[in-house]
């Protein structure tokens, strides 16, 4: 059975943020991952598994090697739909930020 995650609780944990960043240019191992962090691999591989469950990461098999690399159309999800708050919040801190300058 197939857990279906939050993508966005996925995202919240800083840990899985970094594993996202490191994977991001360049394929990775889950051994290569773990060694960026003072975490034990079992606890990096738990984090790998969320992202993996969330369709972040995906994993391909070469050789007897898993490597893991972004998915980068669900990234695309997860931009698109902050876009308008990125707008809004933008909008609020250029209105800001016309108030300040004529006070």
């Known amino acids: ?5 939050d993508v966005f609780q996925a995202i919240a ?3 899985r943020r970094t594993i996202i960043t490191l994977v991001a240019l360049n394929a990775m ?10 975490s034990s691999r079992q606890t990096i591989s ?9 369709e972040l990461l995906e994993q391909e098999q070469n050789g007897r090697e898993i490597y893991y690399h972004l998915n980068p ?12 708050f990125r707008k809004f919040w933008d909008d609020r ?7 300040m300058k004529h006070l």
Do not use: G, S
């Open 1 to 5: 059975m197939k857990t279906r995650r």
């Open 29 to 38: 191992t889950p051994t290569a991952i773990a060694e960026n962090f003072d």
């Open 93 to 99: 801190f250029n209105k800001l930020e016309a108030i």
């Open 73 to 84: 159309e669900k990234i695309k999800e997860i931009a698109v739909f902050i876009e308008p």
């Open 46 to 54: 738990k984090h790998i598994q969320i992202l993996t469950e969330c």
């Open 13 to 15: 944990d800083p840990t």
